[in-house]
């Protein structure tokens, strides 16, 4: 009986950012790349799902984001060009760390005003409000004109928690001195705590 080759935990991961990059898109044409495609081929991958265009655009849009490099060949008969993209690892990797520092820093403000505030909600948890914007509307939600009361925000700050810890695991792990393609980091990467 054949094996079944496990996944390349880095390709995972530059999946999962070209994901979030470009939606389910951005993840079908990633991983129709291999060691390089034409959006024609790209599209017959895909069986026809995408179209030549969006495929052009996901490109595109993953290539502004360091995700995947193309390579142009002009063909001499008619003075075409064609393009043959393929994943740039290290680049990738590269603006994967750096966004991961971005969403930390933003994770981290957001701990602190849950660390640092008591928050209200509707029955119908609409919103939660801090308590100041709760008192100016005098404990009634915005939405739903319900009765706003005291929230637990313990699970809140665990997830927070949580989702920072797993993204310092990386971000302590790159400065390291590993290289991004070195699979301690990518096992950081792959626990399954951060998309």
Known sequence: MARRAKPDPLLSQIYSF??????????QVAQTLGDGATDEKIEKKTKGK????????????????????????KNMSNGWFTYTWKINPDRAMRN?????K??????????????????????????????????????????????????QNQSDVKVLEDKIGAIEQILSSSKSGLTTTNSGLMQAMVSGKIK
Not at 96 to 100: E, N, R, V, W, Y
Not at 141 to 151: V, W
């Open 96 to 100: 994967l760390l750096t966004a991961k």
């Open 102 to 151: 971005r969403e930390h820093e933003k994770l981290r403000a957001k701990m602190a005003t849950e660390e640092g505030a008591q928050f209200y909600k509707c029955r119908k948890a609409c919103m939660k409000l801090a308590f100041e914007q709760a008192m100016e509307l005098q404990f009634r939600c915005p939405e739903c004109n319900g009765k706003m009361a005291y929230a």
């Open 18 to 27: 070209a994901q979030e990059v470009s939606g389910e898109r951005g993840f």
């Open 50 to 73: 995408l179209k030549v265009a969006e495929i052009r655009a996901t490109l595109n849009q993953l290539h502004q984001h360091g995700i995947v490099e193309y390579t142009r060949e």
